[in-house]
C-alpha cells in the first residue's frame, strides 16, 4: 500500500512532456504544469519564441503569454514542496545492511564500520557501537572544521598552480629566445671561422706569392752565372779556330776572368739545396675563448732531402705555456743570483 502511494506521488511530480521530475514547475491557466524549459521549447518550435500565447499539451487549452515569457508564468508552489519532501525522503531513505539484507544500517562500530543490529550479535559482539546519526553528525562537524582550517592551505595551493601555470605559459617564449641566441652564438663562431679561413688563405697566398719569387730570383741569378760561364767556354773553344776569334778573346779576357771568379765565389756559397714549403701551425692559447683569429697562422718550413717536413700537429707551440717558462727560467736564475751573493757576503 505504501509502495503504491509513493509511485503515484512519483508520478504526480513528473513533466508530462519530458516525463522526469519537474524542473522550474510552471501552470498554465488550464491548471496544468510543465517544466520551464519544456514549455519554452514548445514555444520556441511555434514561433521562433515570439509566440504570445501557449496551447496546453494536454488539453488544448490556449494561455496567454506575458511580458518575459514563459518565465513570468506562475510557479506550481504545491509541486515545488512536493519535490523537496520528496527529496528529503530520498536523502533519508534506509540503507539495509549487506549482509543482514532485511535490517537497516544505524550503528556505528568501533572498527570504524556502519553496521546493523544484526551484526552486533555475530561479527561485532564484543565491539563497542554509537548510533550511526551521531557518529555522523560528530565526524561531518570534524571534517567541517578541518576544511576550514584547510582554506588558507587550498588559497596557496591554487596560487602556486597560477603561478605554475604562469611559467609554463612563458616557457615555450623563452625557449624560442634561448634557440634564438643559440643560432646567434653558433652564426657568430661559424662568422670568426669564415674571417678566420679567408686570414690564413691570404696568409698563404701572401707567403706563397713571395716564396715563388724568391726562388725565381734565385733560379735566374743562378741561370745568368751559367750563361757567362757558357759564353766564356764558347769563346774559349772558337779561338784557336780563327784569328779574329783569338783577338776577341783577348780583348774580353779581363771579363771571362771576372765571370769565372764571379762563379768560383758563388760555388762557394752554393749550399745543398732544401725543400721549402709552408705548414698550418696550430696555436692552442691557455684562454680557451681568446679570438680564433689567434689561434692559428701560416709558417714557412726548410728541410733537406733526407729529412721528413716537420710534423703538422704542433699543439705543444703554445704561446701562452712559453711565456710562463720564461718566466720560470727568470725566477730560477734570479734565486741563484741570490744565494751566490749570500754565499759571498757569508765569505767576506
Known amino acids: 500500500m505504501a509502495s503504491s502511494v509513493e509511485d503515484r506521488l512519483e508520478k504526480n511530480l513528473e513533466c508530462g512532456i519530458c516525463l522526469e521530475s519537474f524542473q522550474k514547475p510552471r501552470m498554465l491557466r488550464c491548471h496544468h504544469t510543465y517544466c520551464e524549459h519544456c514549455l519554452q521549447r514548445i514555444v520556441f518550435r511555434a514561433a521562433g519564441g515570439r509566440k504570445q500565447k501557449i496551447t496546453c499539451p494536454e488539453c488544448r487549452v490556449e494561455t496567454k503569454l506575458q511580458q518575459g515569457g514563459v518565465e513570468n508564468l506562475p510557479s506550481n508552489f504545491l509541486i515545488k514542496q512536493l519535490l523537496e519532501v520528496n527529496n528529503d525522503a530520498q536523502l533519508d531513505a534506509q540503507v539495509n545492511c549487506e549482509k543482514h539484507v532485511e535490517e537497516p544500517v544505524d550503528l556505528y562500530c568501533s572498527c570504524d564500520k556502519p553496521i546493523c543490529r544484526a551484526c552486533t550479535v555475530i561479527d561485532h559482539r564484543s565491539h563497542l557501537n554509537q548510533p550511526l546519526s551521531g557518529v555522523f553528525s560528530r565526524e561531518k562537524k570534524k571534517i567541517g572544521k578541518l576544511l576550514e582550517e584547510a582554506k588558507p592551505q587550498m588559497s596557496a595551493l591554487k596560487a602556486e598552480i597560477t603561478s605554475i601555470e604562469g611559467i609554463e605559459e612563458a616557457l615555450p617564449q623563452n625557449f624560442l629566445e634561448v634557440k634564438k641566441q643559440v643560432d646567434s652564438f653558433i652564426d657568430s663562431k661559424i662568422s670568426q671561422l669564415d674571417s678566420a679561413r679567408e686570414r690564413l688563405k691570404e696568409e698563404v697566398n701572401e ?39 783569338k783577338v776577341e778573346f783577348l780583348r774580353k779576357r779581363r771579363q771571362f776572368e771576372e765571370h769565372l771568379k764571379d762563379l768560383s765565389s758563388i760555388s762557394h756559397d752554393i749550399r745543398p739545396c732544401k725543400k721549402v714549403s709552408l705548414q698550418l701551425l696550430k696555436i692552442h692559447p691557455v684562454n680557451s675563448g681568446s679570438d680564433l683569429q689567434n689561434q692559428a697562422r701560416i709558417r714557412r718550413i726548410e728541410f733537406s732531402e733526407s729529412e721528413k717536413p716537420p710534423s703538422v700537429s704542433t699543439d705543444d707551440v703554445t704561446l701562452p705555456k712559453i711565456r710562463i717558462e720564461f718566466a720560470l727560467l727568470l725566477l730560477v736564475m734570479g734565486l741563484l743570483i741570490v744565494f751566490l751573493l749570500e754565499q759571498k757576503v757569508k765569505v767576506h
Open 207 to 245: 707567403m706563397s706569392t713571395a716564396l715563388v719569387n724568391d726562388l725565381k730570383e734565385k733560379r735566374e741569378a743562378l741561370l745568368l752565372s751559367v750563361s757567362k760561364v757558357e759564353t766564356v767556354k764558347e769563346s774559349f773553344t772558337s779561338c784557336s779556330h780563327s784569328g779574329e776569334k
